[in-house]
Structure formats: C-alpha cells, structure tokens
T-cell receptor
Framework: EAGVTQFPSHSVIEKGQTVTLRCDPISGHDNLYWYRRVMGKEIKFLLHFVKESKQDESGMPNNRFLAERTGGTYSTLKVQPAELEDSGVYFC??????????????FGQGTRLTVV | GEDVEQSLFLSVREGDSSVINCTYTDSSSTYLYWYKQEPGAGLQLLTYIFSNMDMKQDQRLTVLLNKKDKHLSLRIADTQTGDSAIYFCAERGHTGGFKTIFGAGTRLFVKA
C-alpha cells in the first residue's frame, strides 16, 4: 500500500514567487494534516482537513497560505507570494479516524522549501 | 497553548543506552508519541503510549511516562550507529483538538 506522498521533494524559489505543494494521503484516510518545520524548531501544525472540509486552520501563518482539498482526496498548499521566512520543511500526514483507538498519523517525506 | 520541550542534542557511544527526555504541558494529553526522522526521510512513528500507561517496552525501546510531572522519556538500549537521527516527542489530546503537538526534536549522535 502506498504511503503518504508529497511533491515536490525540494523546491527553491525566489522571494515573491508562488509555489504549490501537493500531498496525496493514504487511500481511504479522511483526515489530512499539514505541518511545517522551520530549521531547528519544532514541527508546527498548520491545518487539518476532514475529507474536503477544513476542520482546523488555526496554525496557518497568514493569508499568503492557501490550502485546498477538492474532492477530499489529495491536497495542495499554495504560498503566494513566498517570503524568506516561509523556508522550511512542509510535512503532510493522514489518518483514518480521529476517534479510533488507533490514532497513528502517517507522515510523508516532506517538501523542503527554500525561498531565496 | 500546548507546549512540548526536549533537549536538542544527545551524543552516545555505540552499545550504550540513550535516554531522550521530553516534557509537555497539556494535561489532557491522551496519546504521547516518539517519531524518528532519518536524514532525507520522512517522520516515522517509533512508538506511542496512552496516558493511562506508565511504561511501554518494544524490543530495544522503552517509553516511560510520568503523568504527574508531564515527563516522557525514550530509552534505546544497545544504541547502534543506525539509530542516529532526530527524535521528536509529540502529544495529542482534547485541548489541542486532537492535532499533534511536536517538540523541536533531539538530534542523536552515535559514535562508533
């Protein structure tokens, strides 16, 4: 079974440009999460989808970030326009059910974004 | 808000035991996790413990939970060079709406 996949694995863009990150969760997982790790700091929650609905977007830094999950399958996270402080590793995770005893969230390999 | 703290670095000799410590603030934490990130790889769930347990052992890994002090530790017995990685402590509970709250990660160096 395929795990959580993220694309691209690396992206280097100039300040002011737009970048779109993609996450394909494990098939059948309703919950999809985006996280970000800025160098040397903790992994911070950005937002949580349940199917196509945003359950919690309290971690989104500002309105330059837009996440979508049309159809409740894959998700995209767009940064427009990108700033230097947006550099970091963006992780996506998916899980089957929030109420289940098995609450493991499976993480992707992350997208390393560098804004220069 | 919820917070998870852990030391940033740990260096051990091959064959020794490693102990990585973590403290958290959310008293409603239900699940506590240890994730491992090897260079260039994603986050791998190593082990987890429910808040109503105080110990869990899985082969070379031992997790200890002191709920009163909100202290979690991960012990790796007979540490190998392949254990070199960043280890993230994380918790999940009602207060956080079941989102996972991570620490900054402890980088484990294993010297041959």
């Amino acid at each position: 079974e395929a795990g959580v996949t993220q694309f691209p694995s690396h992206s280097v863009i100039e300040k002011g440009q737009t970048v779109t990150l993609r996450c394909d969760p494990i098939s059948g997982h309703d919950n999809l999460y985006w996280y970000r790790r800025v160098m040397g700091k903790e992994i911070k929650f950005l937002l949580h989808f349940v199917k196509e609905s945003k359950q919690d977007e309290s971690g989104m830094p500002n309105n330059r970030f837009l996440a979508e999950r049309t159809g409740g399958t894959y998700s995209t996270l767009k940064v427009q326009p990108a700033e230097l402080e947006d550099s970091g590793v963006y992780f996506c995770a998916s899980s089957q059910s929030q109420g289940s005893m098995n609450t493991e969230a499976f993480f992707g390999q992350g997208t390393r974004l560098t804004v220069v | 808000g919820e917070d998870v703290e852990q030391s940033l670095f740990l260096s051990v000799r091959e064959g020794d035991s490693s102990v990585i410590n973590c403290t958290y603030t959310d008293s409603s934490s239900t699940y506590l996790y240890w994730y491992k990130q090897e260079p260039g790889a994603g986050l791998q769930l190593l082990t987890y413990i429910f808040s109503n347990m105080d110990m869990k052992q899985d082969q070379r890994l031992t997790v200890l939970l002191n709920k009163k002090d909100k202290h979690l530790s991960l012990r790796i017995a007979d540490t190998q060079t392949g254990d070199s990685a960043i280890y993230f402590c994380a918790e999940r509970g009602h207060t956080g709406g079941f989102k996972t709250i991570f620490g900054a990660g402890t980088r484990l160096f294993v010297k041959a």
